[in-house]
């Protein structure tokens, strides 16, 4: 350790020893931009894709359901559904549902 951190010998001098704090931070800064961008908790950029289809018991998959079995008509269904993207967000736009 003493020929690493050589002061007057022409060694590179103690400011080696920062190396593997700046490799951890440049480590820790890429983890939370990736989790701030939300690629954590949705498989990241390698899942499978669904097409945007709403998915299990959301408001807009029972939606869907409902219109798919000839419980509400076509008027209903659109009038719903703009009430729920307003709620909601658009799928597969950012949006929570």
Known sequence: MQNLADWGGGGPGPWILFFPLIWAAVVLGAVTVLRRTGLRGRGGPWRVTDG????????????????ASGEIDEDEYWRRLSVLEEQFGRPGKGGAA
């Open 52 to 67: 945007g289809r709403p998915a299990g018991d959301s408001p807009l998959a029972v939606l869907g359901r409902r219109f």
